[in-house]
């Protein structure tokens, strides 16, 4: 009797003992704090996994400006400066009889491409079906200063033709002769912008695609035109009312990259 209480009493304290070191694994929505924290712990165990946590709100929500479209552009008037882009003489307008003067306004307003995404895109002049001319009857009546572009059986008096022409398509031909006083020649003109100050550059092409990078000038009455080489023309002509300018766009929006 007393053996059997005693075989009893060892079998309950192994039990016992068993019980305390391999504790029963956990199951349904038990919460204890041995349940381990991650679901890779928890699979081991054969438990379910946590309840997602809720990471989105309404109150969480920010509004955002829409995404650049896939060809963007940037409109805007054209600044005149001083040469080195120092100090605005005014905005580019076109006068009745046709050529481009610096004013207090502008009456011209330029879209490209965006800089940022297309650099150095072409400038497409954009007021209509107007017949433009960039340039000035520069030194008064009769035989007015001009340089060759081509040749000396190609001067022009109006500077250049600003019928642009996309890149690598034939230049535009004869656009106007009915004035004497104006030569339009075969020449167009491609205009650029810089995509890190939004300085415009030109370059007149001949019909026979031989190029010529411009400088832009303003003359007496504001009037702005382009010549092939500013010192050059200044030399020959010997005009002391013509200044070389520099031509900057002003956008309707801000372009964080051209702000000094």
Do not use: C
Not at 55 to 80: D, H, I, K
Not at 86 to 94: A, C, K, M
Not at 156 to 174: H, M, R
Not at 210 to 238: E, H, K, Q
């Amino acid at each position: 009797m007393q053996r059997s209480l005693f075989l009893l009493l060892t079998f309950f304290t192994y039990a016992f003992a068993a019980v305390v070191a391999y504790p029963p694994t956990p199951t349904g929505l038990y919460t204890g704090r041995n349940v381990p924290r991650t679901n890779a712990q928890r699979f081991a165990r054969g438990l379910p996994p946590l309840a997602p946590k809720r990471l989105y709100s309404e109150a969480s929500r920010v509004r955002r400006e829409p995404l650049p479209s896939g060809v963007p552009t940037v409109s805007g008037s054209l600044a005149v400066r001083n040469q080195d882009g120092t100090s605005t003489l005014g905005y580019l307008t076109q006068s009745a009889d046709g050529s481009w003067k610096a004013a207090d306004t502008s009456s011209v307003v330029v879209t490209f491409r965006n800089p940022v995404v297309y650099p150095g895109s072409r400038v497409e002049l954009n007021i209509g079906s107007l017949h433009l001319n960039l340039g000035a009857w520069v030194g008064g009546s009769g035989a007015a200063p001009h340089i060759g572009l081509e040749d000396t059986s190609k001067k022009v008096d109006f500077a250049l033709s600003a019928l642009t022409t996309p890149q690598d398509t034939p230049p535009i031909k004869d656009v106007d002769r009915s004035n004497v006083a104006r030569k339009w020649w075969a020449e167009s003109t491609i205009f650029w912008v810089d995509d890190a100050t939004g300085v415009i550059r030109a370059t007149w092409r001949n019909e026979n695609w031989s190029t010529y990078d411009l400088d832009f000038m303003m003359g007496p009455d504001n009037v702005v035109f382009a010549v092939p080489d500013a010192a050059l023309y200044l030399t020959t002509t010997g005009l002391s009312d013509v200044t070389p300018v520099t031509l900057v766009v002003v956008p309707a929006q801000a372009q964080p990259q051209w702000e000094k």
